[in-house]
């Protein structure tokens, strides 16, 4: 069980050559008693995005502040402040920050 405020959770920096300017905090997870699910809160900075990628599990995604695009199997998607989207598994995604000020995504 947990109760908490994002404020709390450190960040973690995602190095790799598939990320750009990716932070990620993790916020409920089987190590709270999730055992089925984690709940992760990601920023992309200016110019950021995430890996192109798959996986053998589905998740949601909803978008808390910012805009950017949503590449979901070979499709583009503008996404803003209240965006949302389910990925099922297997299907490639990528998200990328599109902001031309500078803003951060950050997205669920």
Do not use: C, T
């Not at 910012?66 to 490639?92: C, Q, T, Y």
């Amino acid at each position: 069980m947990i109760a908490s405020n994002e404020k709390n959770v450190k960040a973690i920096e995602l190095v790799n050559e598939a990320y750009k300017n990716v932070k990620g905090k993790v916020l409920v997870s089987p190590e709270n008693g999730w055992d089925d699910y984690v709940m992760r809160l990601f920023e992309l900075g200016k110019g950021g995005y995430s890996a192109d990628h798959s996986h053998d599990f589905p998740h949601i995604v909803y978008v808390l502040e910012g805009e950017g695009v949503l590449h979901l199997d070979g499709k583009e998607m503008a996404i803003e402040s209240g965006s949302f989207a389910f990925i099922p598994n297997k299907k490639r995604h990528q998200l990328v920050n599109a902001s031309e000020n500078g803003d951060s995504l950050r997205f669920i």
